[in-house]
């Protein structure tokens, strides 16, 4: 079993920054993936980000490339999500979740484990 945290979730002007962090724990993450899924209200989960957690290859969605950096500190079990130029589209709750690879995987059927999920409202 993985345990999975989020935190860093807040409202942010459109043009503002947020980080988010994700906290694992309960087993060793070598052989896994660690990705950045959001959902909004009325419509399906979608991938966002993810990270390879021994090699570090990340991937990212086309809407959220050149403004979001996935990375990761192995010391300290966690994943982060730096948002910058967030944008009103980016309104969403935003979930950390694990999968058994040692590629990015980029669909959500892959994943094992899920976090609660944290809000992130970016006003206009």
């Known amino acids: 079993q993985v345990q999975l945290v989020e935190s860093g979730g807040g409202l942010v002007q459109a043009g503002g920054s947020l980080r988010l962090s994700c906290v694992a724990s309960?087993?060793?993450?070598?052989?896994?993936?660690m990705g950045w899924f959001r959902q909004a209200p009325g419509k399906e989960r979608e991938f966002v980000s993810a990270?390879?957690?021994?090699?570090?290859?990340?991937k990212y969605a086309d809407s959220v490339k050149g403004r979001f950096t996935i990375s990761r500190d192995t010391a300290k079990n966690t994943v982060y999500l730096q948002m910058n130029s967030l944008k009103p589209e980016d309104t969403a709750v935003y979930y950390c979740?694990?999968?058994?690879?040692?590629?990015?995987?980029?669909?959500?059927?892959?994943?094992?484990?899920w976090g609660q999920g944290t809000q992130v409202t970016v006003s206009s």
């Open positions: 990270i390879t957690w021994s090699g570090g290859i990340t």
């Open positions: 979740a694990a999968a058994l690879s040692r590629i990015p995987v980029i669909t959500t059927y892959r994943y094992d484990y």
């Open positions: 309960g087993r060793t993450l070598s052989s896994y993936n």
